[in-house]
């Protein structure tokens, strides 16, 4: 089992995840692509003191990208949509 600041590299804070996050209490991560749903959960309860509801996952494959010399894949990354409990707030600046 990984450690909790290895599964989560960093939030990310696009337009689309603030709103989320101002409307339903759903926060967006990076994390790693091995860890799973009950890591990432437990992950967040023990980094930010917050009661976590539930975690939705989604693997995103890298842009090919052709130059002269060949293709070029970018790197694999997946994000966690973390929904917080309602009594809870998750301040990340």
Do not use: C, W
Not at 5 to 28: G, M, V, Y
Not at 34 to 63: F, P
């Amino acid at each position: 089992m990984m450690q909790p600041h290895h599964i989560i590299k960093k939030p990310l804070l696009t337009e689309k995840s603030t709103i989320a996050s101002n409307e339903f209490n759903r926060h967006l991560f990076e994390v790693d692509p091995r860890a799973r749903k009950d890591e990432i959960k437990e992950a967040i309860q023990t980094l930010y003191k917050v009661r976590v509801v539930g975690v939705a996952t989604s693997n995103l494959q890298g842009r090919t990208k052709r130059f002269k010399y060949g293709a070029v894949t970018g790197k694999v990354t997946k994000r966690a949509y973390v929904k917080i409990h309602p009594d809870d707030t998750l301040e990340i600046l």
